[in-house]
């Protein structure tokens, strides 16, 4: 950037005490300053920082929790950044762009976490985290006609991450409800394959197939609420494949997550009206990112990829 003027610096003028020539190339000096500033301004804008909160099924702090944060859509193949939990529980990296990112927990005594989640300057928020802990496992012990174990768990809120209470969950005969802080045991199950369900009213019904053994196990369930809104019916064509060619691609809408099936076809429950980003991602890269209107219904949509 060229800066011209009527006026030049004259040292002979300064010093005969003409201070008119200095003040004017200071006001140069801090305009062109504050044009740079400016026009940077827009992509500081979108560095944000990343902040969470850990604690254990009691609600108090997990300190010195070994904390990733992974960059999903980095094109050098998902870079990461590693911090750990102060006294309070308490996590934040910082300067981060908008995008997907993976978060794993370690921590000794507990078992280990990993969610994925995007961030972005509209929604901006404090992650809470919660562990459980694995120190009631029992010692590696060969039980003679033992052929039972015990499942303790808690029934967290998917959405908000809040314990819900009043969920019934079952293995066979087996129910029980969850307390206050949807937390449940299950004791004297049967070792092997089995199918836990887990009810409760404005939430989605899940059954999910566990291996119960000997060992005293613990689990951390997600409930998704329903929302009667909308569903979205995908499909993912590549340009050069034959149908039933498609790799698993993770497609992200409206904080929800499919993965593409051989076919290409993905699908997703309860959106709320309005524009969505829809963002799919192969191999750690952004391969497409569009903004789709919901409706109320089922709405169809196709993508066609150029090549992956």
């Given amino acids: 950037m060229i ?20 003040y004017y190339y200071i006001v ?18 979108r560095m944000l920082p990343v902040l969470g909160e850990i604690k254990d099924l009691s609600g ?14 980095d094109e050098t193949g998902g870079s990461s950044d590693i911090t750990y939990t102060d006294e309070k529980g308490v996590f934040h990296f910082i ?26 300057a509209r ?38 991450d809040e314990p819900v209470a009043d969920a019934v969950v079952s293995i066979g005969d087996k129910f029980v409800q969850t307390g206050e802080q949807g937390g449940f045991k299950l004791e004297n199950i049967g070792v092997g394959p089995k199918i836990i369900k887990i009810q409760k009213n404005g939430y989605e019904k899940l059954e999910k197939e566990i291996i119960v053994s000997i060992k005293t ?3 951390v369930v997600r409930l998704n609420k ?18 039933g060619e498609c790799p698993p691609i993770k497609v992200y809408l409206a904080g929800k997550t499919s993965v593409t099936d051989y076919r290409g076809t993905f699908r997703f429950e309860n959106i709320a009206s309005g524009n969505y980003p829809i963002i799919l991602i ?27």
């Fill in 95 to 120: 300067n981060k762009s908008e995008g997907i990112y993976s978060v794993a927990v370690q921590k000794e005594g507990y078992l280990p976490y990993q969610d994925t989640f995007q961030s972005t």
């Fill in 226 to 243: 329903i929302v009667k809104y909308a569903a979205i019916a995908g499909r993912v064509k590549i340009r050069g494949k034959k149908d």
């Fill in 28 to 45: 140069i000096y801090f305009t062109a300053a504050s044009l740079i500033l400016a026009a940077a301004a827009p992509a500081f804008a």
């Fill in 3 to 22: 800066f011209k003027g009527n006026r030049k610096f004259s040292p002979d003028k300064f010093k005969n005490g003409t201070k008119t020539s200095i």
């Fill in 217 to 219: 196990q613990n689990v």
């Fill in 123 to 160: 929604d901006r928020r404090v992650f809470k985290i919660c562990l459980t802990k694995s120190d009631s496992f029992e010692p590696e012990v060969i039980y003679l006609a033992k052929n039972t174990g015990n499942l303790y768990g808690s029934v967290i809120c998917d959405e908000s």
């Fill in 60 to 73: 108090r702090p997990v300190e010195n929790a070994r904390v990733s944060l992974i960059n999903e859509g």
């Fill in 282 to 308: 192969y191999n750690k890269k952004e391969v497409y990112n569009d903004i789709i209107k919901v409706e109320k219904g089922i709405s169809a949509f196709e993508i066609l990829l150029e090549k992956l």
